[in-house]
C-alpha cells in the first residue's frame, strides 16, 4: 500500500511538471500579455514605455529563464507577484481558494445525497412509473448546464420574491446563517447536474449487481429488501459510481466558473477567468496548478477507496 | 389655444418637469448623515487608484471618492461646461496675463489621509509628473493624457498655497480638462506606482479595504476640508462581472446605484417595469460609435473610399436597430443637450451619411465606382472589433450596410489584450470603434483623436489646415467665435471621413430613490465623487 501511495505520488509528480509546462506555454501563446492589457485601459500602445513595463516585470527574459523562475517559486513556497495587483500571487489566491473548495464539497455532498438514493429507487423499481419519473429528471439534469440553471434561480428569485442571495462574500465565522443560504443555491445548481450523473451510474451499476447470483442468493435466504440491496447490492455497485464522484471532484474545482460567476461568489474558477482575460500569469499559471492538484489528489483518493470498498482490490508493489 | 396644442403643452411641461426632478439636486429636503451606498461595478479596479495611468471608467469611477481636483464640473448640474466649474482643492482662481498664466489660490486646511498637509507642492508635483516636463520628479508607467498638458510651459509654486499655471499660448480648455474627473492630484510625498495598490488622497473617502476582484469599501474622511461632508459613512462597491447578475441586484434592492454606461434602453424599461420607484435618468455618456479607417494602406487612403464608408452607414438605422433608440446623431463632440461643443441638427444633416439613406447609399456607390469599385469588382475588406459584444453589434450592422454598396467585410474580433495595440500601429484595414472622451471640450477630443501623431489618432488622419484650426480653436477666447471654429473642423473631418461617427450612446443611470443628491453627468467620468451624496434609507 505504502510503495503504491510512493509510486503515484512519484507519477504525480511527473504529471503536474508536464502540466506546468502545459501550462506555461499555453499561456505564452495566448496573443497579448499584460502591458497590451495595461495600455489598453489607457487606450494606446507605446513600443518603448512596452519595453520598460516588460523589463519591470520580467516578461521581456527568454521563456526558459521565467520557466525556470517559476518553478524555483513553487519549490521555495514564494508564488511571485500577480502582474494586475502588484501583490503577491499567494495574497491574491489565498481567500479565493476555501470558498471553491467549499463549493465543490456542498455540491458534491449535494449531488451524492440526491443521486444515489434516486439512483437506487429508481433501480429497484425498473420500468415503474417512478423510475420514469426520476430518470426524466436526471436527464433534465444532465440536459441543463449549471450556468442557465444558476442565472434561471437568480432570474426567478429576483422576480418573483425581490430577493437574491448575498452578492458579496459572507464568510462563516461573521454570519453562518447567511453564509448558509448563500452557498446553498450555486450548490444545489451545481449538485443538481452531478446528482443527475449518479443517479443513472448508480441505477445501471445497481441493476447489473441484482442480476447477480450472490444477490440471488441473498434473496433465497429470506432476507429483507433492505438488507439486500443496501448491504449486499448497493456496496458491489458503488465502486463505479465513487469513480464518477471523483471524477465530477475534480471537475467541478476548474468547472465551477459560471456558477461562481453568476452566484458572485470570490472563489478560484472566476477569479481565474479575470486572470487570464488580464494575461496576469503567475495567478494564472498558479491556479491552474491549485486546480492540477486537487484533480490529482481526488484520482488518489478515490483509487484508496477502491479498497475500501471491494477488497478483492490490491494494490500491487 | 386649440385643445390639442394644450394638451401638448402640458405633456412638455410635464415631460420638463419630471426631468428637471430627476437631474436636479434635491431641494427642500435636508441632506441626513450616515449610512452606506452599495455601488455596482462591473469589473475590478483596473489599475488600483492610479487613475492617471488608466482611461477607463473602470478606474475612475471608484477611485474618485478617494481625491479631490483642484476645480470640478458642478456635482448638481448635468450638463459640463466651463461655466459649471467650481472650485474644489482650489477655492478660487483667475486668468492672468490675457489667458497665458492660470493661478490658483488653494484652500488651508486641507489633510491627506496620512495626516501630511496637502499644499502647493502636490500640485506642481502631480502635473509636473503628468506633462513630464524636465524637472518631473517621478515617471508614470503609462501616461494617456501628457497631450492634455503639452501647452502648459512650467507649474510654479510662489508659495504653499498659490500655484501658477504658465502656458506657451492662450488655453481656455486647460481648466475643462483640470475639472475632469482624470485629473486629480496625488501627493507628493507618495510614490506615484503606490496608488496601483492603496490611496493617500485628500478626498471625502478614505479606503477602508480593497479585496481583490471583490469589493472595494472606503468610509468617511472625518478629517474632510469641508465641514459636514461626506454625508454617507461609507461605500461599499461591489464586483458583479455577470450583467444578468449584476442587474438583478440592482432589483434585489442589494445594489443602490448602477455603474455609469451600463443600464441599456431596454433594461432601463425592465428594470422600471419591475420595481417602477426605480429612478432612471437618461443621460448622455460621452461614448461614440465610429469607424476607424488606415489612411496608411489602401483602400482606405482612397478619400474616396473613405467617404463611401461613410455615406453607407445609416446612423439613424443602426441608432434604432443596435441601441433601441438609446443613442443620437452627432459628429466629433456631443450634440446638445448632451454637450456644448456639437453640431446643429440643421449642420448634421449636410454631412456624409446624415441624409436619407437609399440616397446616401446611392451617393456611396458612385463614389467607388470612380474609384474602380463595383458589383462585379466588389471591394473585400477585414473589419476589425472589439471582442465583445458592445462592439460586435455595431461592427456586424456595419458590415451589412457595406454589403448593400458593395464592399463585403468579414468580420474579425480582436481581444481586448490586443484591440488598441492593433489600432495604434495600424494592423488593420477599417475597424468598428467606440471612444470615451474624458471631458467635453474639444481640446481634450481633437489633440486626442486627430491630431497629426497622436497615438489615439488610430486612422492616420493628418492635415495641416485642421491642425492650425485646431490650434486656432484653442486660443480663442471668445466661446461664440470659438464653438463657429469648432462646428467647422468637425465639418471638415466629416467632409473628410477622418473617423466617421455614428452616434454618441446614451445611459439610463439608474439608482434606487433614497439615493440624493447623485447627479448623473452627461460624461460618465465626471461624477464619482461622491461628496454631497446622502441616502434617505
Not at chain 1, 220 to 240: C, D, E, F, S, Y
Not at chain 2, 65 to 84: M, R
Not at chain 2, 444 to 449: F, K, R, S, T, V
Request: net charge positive; glycine share 6%.
Amino acid at each position: 500500500m505504502k510503495t503504491y501511495i510512493v509510486q503515484r505520488l512519484a507519477i504525480a509528480l511527473l504529471t503536474l511538471l508536464g502540466m506546468s509546462i502545459v501550462i506555461f506555454a499555453l499561456l505564452r501563446l495566448a496573443p497579448g500579455d499584460i502591458v497590451d492589457i495595461l495600455f489598453s485601459t489607457a487606450g494606446y500602445i507605446s513600443d518603448s514605455e512596452k519595453q520598460a513595463i516588460m523589463k519591470e516585470l520580467g516578461i521581456d527574459r527568454p521563456y526558459v529563464v521565467q520557466y525556470l523562475d517559476w518553478l524555483h517559486q513553487i519549490v521555495t513556497g514564494d508564488l511571485g507577484k500577480s502582474y494586475r495587483y502588484d501583490l503577491p500571487a499567494w495574497e491574491v489566491i489565498r481567500p479565493l481558494v476555501p470558498v471553491t473548495l467549499e463549493l465543490a464539497a456542498l455540491s458534491m455532498i449535494f449531488a451524492v445525497l440526491m443521486g444515489v438514493p434516486t439512483g437506487v429507487v429508481s433501480a429497484v423499481r425498473q420500468d415503474t412509473a417512478l423510475d420514469y419519473a426520476l430518470r426524466v429528471f436526471s436527464l433534465a439534469g444532465l440536459s441543463m448546464p449549471a450556468f442557465w440553471l444558476g442565472m434561471v434561480i437568480i432570474l426567478g428569485l429576483v422576480s418573483w420574491f425581490a430577493w437574491i442571495p448575498p452578492i458579496t462574500y459572507v464568510s462563516p465565522a461573521k454570519d453562518l446563517k447567511l453564509h448558509a443560504i448563500q452557498f446553498l443555491l450555486p450548490a444545489l445548481a451545481v449538485g443538481y447536474r452531478s446528482s443527475a450523473l449518479i443517479m443513472r451510474i448508480t441505477r445501471s451499476s445497481l441493476l447489473e449487481v441484482m442480476r447477480e447470483d450472490y444477490i440471488r442468493t441473498a434473496w433465497a435466504k429470506g432476507q429483507t429488501g433492505r438488507i439486500v440491496i443496501w448491504r449486499h447490492a448497493l456496496k458491489n455497485a458503488l465502486l463505479p459510481v465513487v469513480t464518477v464522484i471523483g471524477i465530477e471532484f475534480a471537475f467541478l474545482i476548474g468547472g465551477l466558473v459560471v456558477t461562481e460567476t453568476v452566484f458572485n461568489l470570490p472563489g478560484v474558477a472566476r477569479f481565474l477567468v479575470q486572470a487570464i482575460l488580464w494575461r496576469d500569469y503567475p495567478v494564472v499559471q498558479n491556479l491552474v496548478m491549485f486546480t492540477a492538484i486537487v484533480v490529482i489528489l481526488s484520482n488518489l483518493i478515490v483509487d484508496m477507496l477502491y479498497g475500501v470498498l471491494d477488497p478483492r482490490v490490491r494494490y500491487g508493489g | 389655444m386649440s385643445r390639442s396644442r394644450a394638451l401638448r403643452l402640458s405633456t412638455m411641461l410635464g415631460f420638463v418637469v419630471v426631468a428637471l426632478t430627476l437631474v436636479m439636486p434635491v431641494q427642500g429636503q435636508t441632506p441626513k448623515s450616515g449610512g452606506t451606498l452599495n455601488i455596482m461595478l462591473r469589473e475590478d479596479l483596473s489599475q488600483g487608484f492610479a487613475i492617471h495611468e488608466s482611461s477607463t471608467i473602470s478606474t475612475v469611477f471608484p477611485a474618485a471618492p478617494c481625491f479631490n481636483n483642484l476645480v470640478q464640473f458642478d456635482p448638481a448640474k448635468p450638463i459640463e461646461s466651463t461655466d459649471t466649474i467650481v472650485g474644489d482643492l482650489a477655492e478660487k482662481w483667475s486668468w492672468q496675463d490675457n489667458y497665458r498664466n492660470l493661478v490658483f489660490f488653494l484652500r488651508k486646511n486641507v489633510k491627506w489621509h496620512d495626516g501630511q498637509p496637502f499644499t502647493s507642492k502636490d500640485v506642481k508635483f502631480t502635473f509636473d509628473l503628468l506633462r513630464e516636463g524636465p524637472d518631473a520628479p517621478a515617471k508614470l508607467r503609462i501616461n494617456p493624457r501628457k497631450d492634455w498638458y503639452s501647452n502648459v510651459e512650467a507649474v510654479e509654486a510662489p508659495d504653499a498655497f498659490t500655484v501658477v499655471f504658465r502656458l506657451k499660448r492662450p488655453q481656455p480648455s486647460l481648466l475643462s480638462m483640470l475639472a475632469s474627473g482624470y485629473t486629480p492630484i496625488y501627493a507628493a510625498h507618495i510614490p506615484p506606482a503606490n496608488y496601483r495598490t492603496s490611496c493617500i488622497g485628500t478626498g471625502p473617502y478614505k479606503v477602508k479595504e480593497w479585496r481583490k476582484g471583490e469589493y472595494l469599501d472606503y468610509v468617511k474622511n472625518p478629517d474632510y476640508f469641508i465641514k459636514g461632508r461626506p454625508y454617507l459613512d461609507a461605500l461599499h462597491y461591489v464586483v458583479i462581472v455577470e450583467r444578468g447578475t449584476r442587474t438583478a441586484a440592482l432589483q434585489a434592492g442589494q445594489l443602490d446605484v448602477a455603474f455609469p454606461g451600463e443600464t441599456t434602453k431596454a433594461a432601463a424599461e425592465q428594470l422600471k417595469k419591475a420595481v417602477p420607484q426605480l429612478v432612471i435618468t437618461p443621460v448622455g455618456t460621452a461614448v461614440t460609435d465610429n469607424i476607424i479607417m488606415n489612411g496608411k494602406k489602401p483602400p482606405f487612403d482612397s478619400m474616396k473610399v473613405r467617404l463611401a464608408v461613410s455615406y453607407a452607414i445609416d446612423r439613424r438605422g443602426l441608432i434604432q436597430a443596435v441601441h433601441q433608440g438609446a443613442a443620437v446623431l452627432g459628429a466629433a463632440m456631443a450634440p446638445k443637450p448632451y454637450g456644448v461643443w456639437g453640431m446643429s441638427e440643421k449642420d448634421l444633416l449636410t454631412l456624409p451619411g446624415y441624409g436619407k439613406p437609399a440616397d446616401m447609399k446611392d451617393k456611396a456607390r458612385k463614389l467607388l465606382a470612380e474609384a474602380g469599385i463595383t458589383a462585379q469588382h466588389p471591394l473585400k475588406v477585414e473589419m476589425v472589433t472589439r471582442a465583445i459584444p458592445l462592439y460586435v453589434d455595431m461592427a456586424s450592422f456595419v458590415i451589412n450596410e457595406l454589403k448593400q454598396v458593395g464592399i463585403e467585410a468579414s468580420l474579425k474580433q480582436i481581444e481586448t489584450a490586443q484591440w488598441h495595440a492593433v489600432a495604434t500601429r495600424g494592423e488593420y484595414q477599417i475597424g468598428a470603434n467606440l471612444t470615451g472622451l474624458g471631458v467635453d471640450d474639444p481640446d481634450a477630443n481633437l489633440y486626442e483623436n486627430y491630431a497629426c501623431g497622436s497615438p489615439r489618432n488610430y486612422s492616420f488622419y493628418c492635415d495641416e489646415h485642421v491642425m492650425k484650426m485646431i490650434d486656432q480653436q484653442s486660443q480663442e477666447l471668445d466661446p461664440k467665435r470659438r464653438l463657429g471654429i469648432v462646428v467647422a473642423i468637425q465639418k471638415k473631418l466629416e467632409a473628410d471621413a477622418a473617423r466617421p461617427m455614428l452616434d454618441h450612446r446614451i445611459d439610463y443611470f439608474t439608482v434606487w430613490p433614497h439615493v440624493k443628491n447623485l447627479v448623473p453627468h452627461h460624461n460618465i467620468y465626471n461624477f464619482a465623487r461622491m461628496q454631497d451624496v446622502w441616502s434617505d434609507k
